[in-house]
C-alpha cells in the first residue's frame, strides 16, 4: 500500500536500531567495568548471589588476618614466657646452691639479692607486656593484686558469628600465687637468726606469743620445728584458698588440677603469708616472697619452683598447640575464600571473549540497521511518481 504518513519499513528499521543500541551499551558497560552484573536490570537473582558471595568472601579475608594477629599476639606471649620460665631456672639455681651448708649467712644473703630480682622481673613482664595497648600477661586483672584470674579471650576465625576459637592466657603475676595460709622462716639476713616460721631450718625453734606491755612479742621457744604441712596448702575442699589455685575440688568442665589454675605457675606457693616479714621480701597487700636465706627455705623454695616451672612449661605448650590451629585455620579460611570468589566471579565478572564478540556483533547491526533505515524512507520517494 502506497502510504506517507506510515511508513512501516523504517518504523522496522528503526525498533531494530534502538534494541541493537540497548544491547550494544551493555557489551560496551561490560568490557568498560569488567562486570557482567552492572545493575539489578542486568541479572536480578545473579545480582543477589554475587552480592552474599562477596560477603562471603571479604569476611574470610578478615577472619584470615585476626587468625595471623591472634598468631603474633600469642607468639609475642610465648617470648615473654619463655624468659619467665628461664628466670626460673636460674632461680632453681640459687636455691639448690643455697640448700648446701658449704654456704654462710652472708652468700646466702649474696644469692637471694638476685633470686629477689628474678622476682621482680618477673612480676614487670608479666604486668607490662602488651600487645595493641593491651597487657596480656597478667590475666584478666590490671592490679597488682593476689586475685587469681585468667584472661579469656574469642578470635573470630569465620565469617559468621559463632565461627570463634576461645584462648585461655594464664596470669604470669607471680603474686598470684599468694597463699596467706603458707608460712616459711622469717631470716635476718644479716645475722641468719630465724625469728618466726614453721621451716624449722637449722634446728630453728618453736614460735610463742606473749605479751608485753599491752602488746605482742614473739618469743623463741626451746622446741624445734618440723616442717608444718597444714600451713604450707590449702585447707581440704577450698576452691582458691587465700588467691591461691592450690585447690583439691574439680567440676566436670575441669576435669584436672592443671585446666582448673587459672595462674600459669600451678600449684606452686611462691608468696606466702608472713606473722613477720622482712621488709626486703614483703609485697603490696602482705605477704612474703619465698627466699632463700636458710636452707628449710631454699628446700621450700625448690618444691615450689619444680612446680612452677612445670606448669610453665605446659602453659607455653598450650601456646603452640593455639598457633598451630590458627596457622590451619587461617590456610583453611584462604581455601575457601578463594574458591568461592572463583564461583562469584563466574556470576559477576564479564567474559570478555564473549562481550568483545557481542559488542562487534552489534557494531555490525548498528551500520547495517541504520543502512536500512535509509533505504526505507528513500523507498516512499517513489510515491512522488504518482503526483508527477
Known amino acids: 500500500m502506497s502510504v506517507i504518513n506510515t511508513n512501516m519499513s523504517a518504523l ?10 540497548r544491547a550494544q551499551e551493555v557489551a560496551m558497560e561490560r568490557l568498560s567495568t569488567g562486570l557482567r552484573i552492572n545493575s539489578a536490570s542486568d541479572d536480578a537473582a545473579g545480582l543477589a548471589i554475587s552480592s552474599r558471595m562477596e560477603a562471603e568472601v571479604s569476611g574470610l579475608n578478615m577472619a584470615t588476618r585476626n587468625a595471623n594477629d591472634a598468631i603474633s599476639m600469642i607468639e609475642t606471649i610465648e617470648g615473654s614466657s619463655r624468659e619467665i620460665g628461664a628466670a626460673l631456672q636460674r632461680m632453681r639455681e640459687l636455691a639448690v646452691q643455697a640448700a648446701s651448708d658449704t654456704y654462710g649467712v652472708t652468700d646466702r644473703a649474696a644469692l ?33 593484686t593476689s586475685a587469681v584470674t585468667s584472661s579469656a579471650l574469642t578470635i573470630q576465625i569465620g565469617k559468621a558469628s559463632g565461627q570463634n576459637m576461645p584462648l585461655v592466657i594464664k596470669s604470669f603475676d607471680p603474686q598470684t600465687t599468694m597463699k596467706t595460709s603458707a608460712r616459711s622462716d622469717v631470716v635476718n639476713a644479716t645475722t641468719g637468726a630465724i625469728t618466726a616460721g614453721n621451716l624449722g631450718a637449722r634446728g630453728a625453734s618453736a614460735v610463742t606469743v606473749a605479751t608485753n606491755g599491752g602488746g605482742t612479742a614473739l618469743v623463741v621457744a626451746s622446741a624445734p620445728v618440723g616442717l608444718s604441712g597444714a600451713q604450707i596448702t590449702a585447707a581440704a575442699g577450698s ?20 585446666l582448673a589454675e587459672t ?35 631454699a628446700n621450700y623454695a625448690l618444691a615450689q619452683l619444680d612446680t612452677a616451672i612445670s606448669a610453665v612449661s605446659a602453659e607455653r605448650a598450650k601456646y603452640g598447640s593455639y598457633m598451630s590451629r590458627l596457622e590451619h585455620a587461617g590456610d583453611n579460611m584462604t581455601n575457601v575464600a578463594r574458591h568461592v570468589e572463583q564461583s562469584r566471579s563466574r556470576i559477576a565478572d564479564a567474559d570478555y571473549a564473549v562481550e568483545t564478540s557481542e559488542l562487534s556483533r552489534t557494531t555490525i547491526i548498528a551500520q547495517a540497521s541504520t543502512a536500512m533505515l535509509a533505504q526505507a524512507n528513500a523507498a516512499k520517494q517513489t510515491v ?3 503526483l508527477q
Do not use: C, K, Y
Request: overall charge negative; glycine content about 10%; charged content about 15%.
Open 112 to 144: 637471694d639479692m638476685e633470686f629477689g630480682q628474678l622476682f621482680l622481673e618477673m612480676q614487670r613482664i608479666a604486668t607490662q607486656t602488651t600487645w595493641n595497648q593491651m597487657t596480656v600477661m597478667n590475666g584478666g586483672n590490671d592490679l597488682a
Open 263 to 297: 595462674q600459669a605457675f600451678g600449684s606452686a606457693v611462691l608468696f606466702v603469708g608472713m606473722a613477720t616479714a622482712l621488709a626486703q621480701n614483703t609485697i603490696v597487700g602482705g605477704g612474703q616472697r619465698i627466699d632463700i636465706l636458710s636452707r628449710g627455705n
Open 12 to 21: 522496522v528499521a528503526t525498533n531494530a536500531i534502538i534494541a541493537n543500541d
Open 384 to 386: 512522488l511518481t504518482l
Open 239 to 258: 576452691i582458691n584458698q587465700d588467691g591461691n589455685d592450690n585447690h583439691n575440688s574439680m567440676t566436670p568442665t575441669e576435669p584436672n588440677r592443671r
